[in-house]
């Protein structure tokens, strides 16, 4: 990387408030932004059919309802691309949801990443 590049990193990398504003998925702009730049990235990528990503989106365990947020900020913008691969990362949260009582317990923990899964898994046409 750069000197820009890592001072570009390292601004977005410990502020919260300018990750939300521009890659995040279910801000105040739902997630547009993060959008139009992702497919400025995948439009790229489709100039040589040898090129390939995987990107990664965050579930936080937060609620039941992050996952269907998330899918409907990648219908909204369509966000599919045969040269993408969607990574879903699960980062370990769940002390720190504890602590800010966001959850009760790590059932309701796991619930909140899996309840909708099967729940999708059932029903798909829900």
């Known amino acids: 990387l750069s000197s820009s590049q890592e001072k570009l990193h390292n601004?977005?990398?410990?502020n919260s408030q300018i990750r939300n504003i521009f890659l995040a998925t279910d801000n105040f702009m739902q997630g547009r932004y993060f959008a139009e730049l992702t497919k400025r990235t995948l439009e790229l990528?489709?100039?040589d059919e040898f090129?390939?990503?995987e990107s990664r989106l965050q579930i936080f365990g937060k609620s039941p309802s992050e996952w269907?947020?998330?899918a409907m900020?990648?219908?909204?913008y369509g966000m599919a691309s045969?040269?993408?691969r969607w990574m879903i990362h699960l980062p370990r949260g769940y002390a720190k949801l504890k602590r800010q009582r966001v959850v009760a317990?790590?059932?309701d923990y796991l619930d909140n990443i899996f309840q909708p899964l099967w729940e999708v898994s059932l029903h798909p046409a829900q």
């Open 68 to 70: 269907h947020n998330l």
């Open 105 to 107: 317990n790590f059932a």
């Open 82 to 84: 045969h040269q993408n």
């Open 11 to 14: 601004i977005v990398q410990h």
């Open 51 to 53: 090129t390939f990503s």
């Open 73 to 76: 900020w990648f219908d909204r």
């Open 45 to 47: 990528y489709k100039l």
